[in-house]
C-alpha cells in the first residue's frame, strides 16, 4: 500500500497490526502509525490487552525510525508492561529489545544493555531470530557504554544466529552497528590519544558476504527498513575512506547517501551521520569553518532528533576541533556542556529507573490478583460440582464426567458399573426424628460409600436420598460384590448413636454399561435395577 492509501478501520485489528507491520518494514511510517493506532483503538474497545501491546509495540518502533526517541520510550515501557501481564514472552522480549536501542539512544546505554540482556534470556533456545536482535541492540548498548569489545562480541553473535537461519540481507544490521562500533572506539581513540591508535578493527569489518548485499524482498527480522541500514552502511564507509585519507571518496558516498535519502522518506539517524562524516572530511581539510558549521548542525538536529548519544558526539568532536584551533575556551565550554549532560542523564535516568519499580511492582500485583481469581475460580467450580451437605460428587458432575467414562471404556474395553442407592421410607425419618437427623443419616450413608471407591471411581449424591457410585473398571461378578457390601455396611451400621432408635435400610441397584449407553440410559436400567431389588426384598418381608 502507498503512503496515501485508505486506513481499513473497519478490518479486524490482527490485519492492522499485520499490515502495520509491513509498512514500518518497508519504511513507510506515517501508514504504520496510522495503522497502528487504530488497531490500539479496536483492541481497546475488545479489552485485548495482547493487541493494544503489539499495537504499541509498532507505534515506538515507528517513532524510533523517526527519531521520537521519548514517545518511542513510553510505548515501549508500556508494551512490555502489558506483553509481561498477559504471559506473552516472545511479544515482551521484542518490546525490550526495541526499548534496549531506545534507551541507548536516549544516553541510558546501562538501562538498554539490561533491558536487551532480559530479552536474550526470554528468547534462549526459542527463539532465533528474537535473539539474534536481542544481542544485536545489546552490542549496541555496550558500544554507547564504550565497552567495545563486549559490543563486538554480542554483535557477532548476532550475525551468527541470523545467518544460521539464512536470513543473509537482515545480517546487515548488526554488520553495520559492527561498523559503527568500531567507529566510535576509533573516535574515542582520537579523543583520547590525539590521533587514530589503529583503523584495523575498523578496516576488519568492510568485506561484507555476497548474499548479506543481496536484493532484499522480503526483510523479517529487520526492525528498521533495509534501504536505511544499508545507507548507514554506505556512511560507515564513508568514515573510513575519510580517516584513511581518501577525502574524495568519503564525499561522493556521502553525497549518495544525500540524494538517497531526499528521494525517499526522512531518516534523521541517517542525516546524523550524513552530517558528522561532512564535519570530518571539513577537519581532515583543515576547512575549519565548514567543519564547525557542520559539527554545530550535528547538535542541534541531535538535540531536535532525542539522539543523546549523537549530541555527546557533537560535544567531543566541536571540543577537539576547537582544540585543534587552540580555542581552548571554547573547547572548555563544550566539555562543560557535556558535563551538563550526562548530569541531567543521571537524573534522568534515576526517575527512569524508579518509574520501572513501580511498574513491576503493579504487574506483580496484577499477577497476584490474577491469580487468586483463578483460584476462586476453581474453588467456586469444585462448589460447584460438590453436594454442600454431604461433600461428594453432585448430579451435574456426574453429567460431565460420565460420557468420558463411557468413551474411554469402549476405547479400552473396559466395563463400568453404577450402583444406585436409595434410603428406604427417608420421609419417615425426617417426620419421626426431625430433617437435621435425617441430614446426618445422609452424611453418614455418604460416608459409607466413599469408602468403597478406588481411585477413578465416582461416588454422586443425585438428590434428596438417591446415590450412585460409578465403578469405572469391574467385572460383572465384582460388582455385584461391591454393591452386596454395601448393602451390607449400610444395614450394619450404628444408626442408633444418631438418635435412640433409629433404624436405617437402603436399596441397591446395579447396572453395567453397554456400548450405546448415555448417561440418561444408563442410569434408568440402574433406577429399574434398585426398585427390582426393593420390591423383591419387600415381597421377601412381606
Keep these: 500500500m502507498s503512503p496515501t492509501a485508505p486506513i481499513p478501520f473497519e478490518a479486524p485489528h490482527n490485519t492492522l497490526l499485520h499490515q502495520a507491520q509491513a509498512a514500518l518494514q518497508r519504511g513507510d511510517v506515517d501508514y504504520s502509525q496510522a495503522l497502528s493506532k487504530s488497531a490500539l483503538l479496536h483492541a481497546q474497545r475488545r479489552s485485548d490487552a495482547g493487541g493494544q501491546a503489539r499495537a504499541l509495540l509498532y507505534l515506538s518502533q515507528g ?15 508500556r508494551a512490555v508492561y502489558l506483553f509481561q501481564t498477559e504471559g506473552d514472552a516472545t511479544g515482551e522480549a521484542e518490546a525490550l529489545t526495541t526499548l534496549s536501542h531506545v534507551l541507548s539512544v536516549m544516553g541510558h546505554s546501562g538501562e538498554g544493555v539490561e533491558a536487551a540482556l532480559l530479552a536474550i534470556k526470554l528468547c534462549e533456545n526459542r527463539d532465533p531470530i528474537g535473539e539474534a536482535l536481542a544481542r544485536n541492540y545489546l552490542g549496541v548498548a555496550y558500544a554507547h557504554s564504550q565497552s567495545f569489545d563486549k559490543a563486538a562480541e554480542a554483535l557477532h553473535q548476532s550475525i551468527r544466529l541470523l545467518e544460521a537461519e539464512a536470513l543473509w540481507p537482515e545480517s546487515c544490521l548488526p554488520r553495520f552497528h559492527l561498523r559503527a562500533a568500531e567507529l ?9 590519544h590525539g590521533a587514530f591508535v589503529t583503523l584495523e578493527p575498523l578496516q576488519a569489518t568492510r568485506d561484507l558476504p555476497e548474499l548479506a548485499t543481496s536484493s532484499a524482498s522480503n526483510v523479517r527480522a529487520l526492525q528498521c527498513p533495509y534501504r536505511k541500514t544499508r545507507a548507514l552502511l554506505e556512511l560507515s564507509f564513508g568514515f573510513e575512506s575519510c580517516w584513511s ?3 574524495e571518496d568519503a564525499a561522493r558516498r556521502a553525497d549518495a547517501v544525500c540524494a538517497s535519502v531526499e528521494k525517499g ?6 542525516r546524523l551521520m550524513e552530517i558528522w562524516l561532512r564535519a570530518e572530511i571539513a577537519w581532515a581539510q583543515q576547512d575549519w569553518l565548514n567543519a564547525e558549521s557542520h559539527a554545530q548542525r550535528l547538535q542541534q538536529l541531535a538535540l531536535r532528533a532525542e539522539n543523546e548519544h549523537l549530541r555527546a558526539t557533537s560535544h567531543l568532536l566541536l571540543a577537539q576541533l576547537y582544540s585543534a584551533q ?6 572548555q565550554t563544550q566539555l562543560r556542556l557535556l558535563k551538563m549532560q550526562e548530569t541531567h542523564l543521571r537524573n534522568e535516568s534515576l526517575h527512569s529507573r524508579e518509574e520501572r519499580v513501580e511498574w513491576q511492582l503493579r504487574a506483580r500485583a496484577v499477577h497476584a490478583a490474577s491469580r487468586q481469581l483463578e483460584q476462586e475460580a476453581r474453588r467456586l467450580e469444585q462448589l ?9 460428587y453432585n448430579r451435574r458432575h456426574l453429567e460431565q464426567m460420565v460420557p468420558g467414562i463411557l468413551a474411554r471404556a469402549r476405547e ?20 419421626r426424628f426431625s430433617h437435621s437427623v435425617g441430614d446426618e443419616v445422609l452424611k453418614a450413608l455418604a460416608h459409607i460409600l466413599s469408602s468403597f471407591v478406588r481411585e477413578g471411581d465416582v461416588p454422586v449424591r443425585l438428590g434428596g436420598d438417591e446415590f450412585v457410585v460409578v465403578f469405572t473398571h469391574v467385572d460383572a461378578h465384582s460388582a455385584q460384590a461391591l454393591v452386596a457390601r454395601i448393602h451390607k455396611a449400610v444395614n450394619e451400621f450404628d444408626w442408633g448413636h444418631l438418635r435412640d432408635g433409629l433404624e436405617v435400610t437402603a436399596s441397591c441397584g446395579l447396572a453395567l454399561a453397554q456400548p450405546q449407553d448415555t448417561l440418561e440410559s444408563w442410569l434408568h436400567r440402574c433406577d429399574l435395577s434398585m426398585y427390582v431389588e426393593k420390591d423383591s426384598r419387600h415381597q421377601d418381608l412381606a
Design 412 to 431: 479400552r474395553g473396559l466395563t463400568p458399573a453404577m450402583a444406585f442407592v436409595d434410603v428406604d421410607h427417608f420421609k419417615r425419618v425426617n417426620d
Design 63 to 77: 517513532d524510533r525510525q523517526m527519531s521520537r526517541m521519548r514517545r518511542a520510550r513510553e510505548t515501549a515501557q
Design 245 to 247: 585519507g581518501d577525502l
Design 326 to 331: 587552540a580555542k581552548d575556551a571554547l573547547a
Design 265 to 270: 522518506t526522512d531518516q534523521p539517524s541517517v
Design 184 to 192: 566510535q572506539r576509533c573516535f574515542f581513540d582520537r579523543y583520547y
Design 384 to 392: 460447584a460440582l460438590q453436594d454442600a451437605l454431604t461433600g461428594l
